[in-house]
């Protein structure tokens, strides 16, 4: 299916979206995979990260989830977490701010009384033409939201984590191999896999996972807030299966990442769901 043009001011909300994406889990069956753990998920008001909000609950987590200002969209992952019978924690804020990423892992500590699991999800991109085109003030504020408060994020949570527990970034198929539109949100994203590798390799001794994500082409709010509307024609059409991948079919590789049960022996790992894209792991 080929999407049509279309564009939304940033950062982008669901319901403006033709078509839709399938972001609310419906057909997915928890099996109290994360029963007891208390997970917080950054950038999660819609998207890869509600999908994954969703799956946590179904799957038994208390979840906490931040997000940047798309109060429509949080409500409505707010509404989806708690039908699953579980705590859900809300925060809005900007991640490019340090106290702000200090104040999510609080909330969500103090919302539901402790952590397990981390997914740095939340970042943000910038279509750019060439090199010359990428400013100063875009780029900073990219690896503030992108790589500085992934790190800001987990160096909070870190005194809360014990042994078993697991932290997942979100990082991209651009990592794996560049992105010619996108040059400072690649390097992001590479940086986000150097980090996962260092720091899988640091908490090791004590027990705690930490592994990649790196999506494909993704169906979400940040594509037609971010690309201009000739790029989201066709957008994920090029990959070997022909379409961009929907949130709902991203979110069961954090499942799997998050759960002891099914990933204990997974540290310094990325999972890359890219639409059959050869070499790329």
Known sequence: MRMPAQMQDYPGTTHEMVPRPRD??????????????????????????RAVAVAFAKEGADVAFGYLCEEED????????????????????DLSR?????????????????LEI???????????????????????????????APIRITRAALPYLDR???????????ALHGSPTLLDYSASKGAILSFTYALASSLADRGIRVNAVAPGPV???????????????????????????????????????????????????????????PGLT
């Open 74 to 93: 949080a409500d409505e992952t707010h509404r989806l977490v708690e039908l699953q019978g579980v705590r859900c924690v809300r925060r809005a804020g």
């Open 98 to 114: 340090p106290e702000e990423c200090e104040a999510l892992v609080a909330a969500a500590v103090s919302g539901l009384g402790g």
């Open 164 to 174: 078993g527990s697991s932290i997942i970034n979100t990082a991209s198929v651009t």
């Open 219 to 277: 169906w979400t709010p940040m594509i037609p807030s971010t690309f201009d509307p000739e790029h989201v024609e066709g957008f994920g059409s090029r990959t070997p299966l022909g379409r961009p991948a929907q949130p709902d079919e991203i979110a069961p590789s954090y499942v799997f990442l998050a759960s002891d049960r099914l990933s204990s022996y997974y540290s310094g790992q990325v999972l890359a769901p890219v639409g059959g894209e």
């Open 118 to 148: 981390v997914v740095n999800h939340a970042g943000t991109q910038y279509q750019r033409d060439s090199l010359e085109d990428v400013d100063d003030e875009g780029m900073l504020r990219l690896f503030a939201v992108n790589v500085f």
């Open 24 to 49: 609310r889990m419906t057909d997915y069956e928890g099996s109290g995979l994360l029963e007891g753990c208390r997970a917080l998920v950054t950038g999660g008001d819609s998207g890869i990260g």
